[in-house]
């Protein structure tokens, strides 16, 4: 074998043996899920995360902290900036040029042109249901004073405000830079602030929208397949929220849904496929219906503790809750049960006379509270019995010094 033969040959060996190396280090996205219960989705995402709605506890997911790109689910901030600065939803906009711009090609558009004419309602709907580049542009154009950066601003002023750690916006709209990225825990609690306005509520779970300029209708259907009727992909449970797709972000979705009292937010980010995203969503989303729910953390009239009565040496108060305590439940989420009482028992009590308290913590986090009562009444000590009890206290101090002098 010549040497330019061996040479060739060892080079294919070292490439070979690089690609087998990275093949072995490369995770498995679906396998590399954080922390999750048994029973937990493995979901093939970049990342993801499951929460409650009302309280904001961390079900399941993947990464809920990791940066990663977001694209149009950014558009959830600007709805979010929009309703709490108070925005006047029946004002007219004139659309720009430049937002206009936004229309057609790589951008998802409403098809405004410029001099359109349309509300701020029209707009939000516009960015949030067909997800409108250019709507989104014209509204953060509006509500910035005609400055897109100055809105942008508010943005990261609002993600700053609500400790966002994982966050930080380039524009309205979500388009790649290297500078503009969330994380899914984060997006989960910016969803779930939106989610408090009615308006937004209303909005994301439209199917179709017409919008109205001062010479056309545009109609437009939803991106989210989850709200939209007969798509393959439409769950009963889900109302909204937000789409996203960009090169660098891939498929991403936002999703809730409520069945009851209960209410789930998902979030999907770098989904494997486009239409994986919705099949991901509606799982992570059944999981936290199945495994989770309600759970009565302390029973009313349940025994915690007891305390000693004053001046009776063999009797004592027992105490019970009040009411009872419930939260949500379910696999790996750890309960915690904080008993507070005074050292004993005052001089005397009335049966539900509040002697304490539990309080009960879901995570780290208040669950809810209920009075520790006491389960019988009792009266003061009488005389005689201060008297006996002292004297049999003082009695008992002899009889053990006169033990220990005898052994002694």
């Known amino acids: 074998m010549s040497q330019s033969t061996r040479r060739a040959c060892g080079t294919v060996t070292l490439i070979l043996f690089a690609l087998a190396l990275l093949a072995f280090f490369v995770p498995d996205r679906a396998a590399a899920q954080q922390n999750n219960p048994a029973g937990a989705p493995r979901l093939d995402a970049e990342s993801w995360a499951v929460v409650d709605r009302e309280t904001g506890l961390y079900l399941a997911g993947k990464d809920p902290d990791k940066r990663v790109p977001i694209a149009s689910t950014t558009k959830v901030m600007v709805a979010l900036v929009a309703l709490e600065d108070g925005a006047r939803l029946d004002r007219e906009v004139t659309v720009s040029e430049n937002a206009a711009s ?17 509300s701020v309602r029209e707009l939000l709907e516009a960015t949030l249901v067909p997800s409108g580049t250019d709507a989104v542009y014209a509204l953060a154009e509006h509500l910035g004073g005609g400055s897109v950066e100055e809105f942008v601003g508010r943005m990261n002023d609002k993600a700053k405000e609500m400790g966002l750690e994982n966050t930080h916006f380039e524009n309205p709209a979500g388009l790649d830079d290297r500078g503009h990225y969330s994380s899914a825990g984060d997006l989960a609690k910016i969803t779930r602030e939106a989610l408090e306005y009615p308006e937004f509520r209303e909005i994301v779970g439209k199917a179709q929208i017409t919008i109205t300029t001062q010479d056309r209708e545009i109609p437009l259907d939803t991106t989210n397949l989850l709200v939209a009727p007969n798509s393959g992909y439409d769950y009963d449970a889900a109302f909204g929220v937000k789409t996203g797709t960009s090169t660098a972000a891939g498929p991403s979705l936002i999703s809730a849904a409520q069945n009851g009292e209960e209410s789930y937010v998902a979030v999907v980010l770098g989904a494997a496929e486009d239409l994986y995203r919705f099949e991901a969503s509606r799982t992570a989303l059944e999981y936290a219906f199945g495994d989770f729910g309600e759970e009565t953390f302390v029973k009313r009239d349940a025994p915690f503790k007891k305390l000693q009565i004053p001046y009776r040496r063999e009797e004592s108060v027992r105490l019970v809750a009040a009411k009872s305590v419930s939260g949500l439940g379910g696999p790996g989420l750890e309960v915690e049960r904080r008993v507070r009482t005074e050292k004993e028992a005052p001089p005397s009590a009335e049966a539900g006379q509040k002697l304490g308290t539990v309080e009960v913590f879901v995570e780290g986090r208040s669950a809810g509270t209920t009075p ?5 009444g009792y009266e003061e000590a009488g005389l005689w019995q201060r008297t006996r009890y002292l004297t049999g206290g003082a009695l008992r101090g002899i009889y053990n010094w006169v033990l220990e002098t005898a052994e002694s």
């Open 102 to 118: 936004y229309a057609g090609g790589l951008y998802s558009a409403a098809g405004l042109y410029p001099y359109d004419s349309v």
């Open 372 to 376: 520790l009562v006491a389960a019988k």
